[in-house]
Nanobody
């Protein structure tokens, strides 16, 4: 199983980025997908998740209304559209897959993790 996150970069505050997570080696449509992030010196935190059915999503309060998680089961890819970015969104963003669960928040529920993509938001 491989999860490859990409799309990170440097952006000014107020800007947008779209992260993608390409999955291989698993039945993607059976896995709920999540995005987590870890800022320097901080613990990893939940950002967003989408149920394997695609009909349920959850967001951290800090990103609600600014970020949108989606999935394309035909392309085995999950996305995180990030708008109105703030300097505090600066972190390494990780995607993860959880087998046949809801749109889970807990990192321990996820079976597979990607390598992370770095997002830097300048003020």
């Amino acid at each position: 199983v491989q999860l490859q996150a990409f799309g990170g970069g440097l952006v000014q505050a107020g800007g947008s980025l779209k992260l993608s997570c390409a999955a291989s080696g698993l039945t993607f449509s059976s896995y709920s997908m999540g995005w987590f992030r870890q800022a320097p010196g901080k613990e990893r935190e939940f950002v967003a998740s989408i149920k394997w059915t695609g009909d349920t999503t959850r967001y951290a309060d800090s990103v609600k209304g600014r970020f949108t998680i989606s999935r394309d089961n035909d392309k085995n890819t999950a996305h995180l559209q990030m708008n109105s970015l703030k300097p505090e969104d600066t972190a390494i963003y990780y995607c993860a897959a959880a087998y046949a669960t809801g749109a889970v928040v807990q990192s321990t529920s996820y079976n597979y993790w990607g390598q992370g993509t770095e997002v830097t938001v300048s003020s």
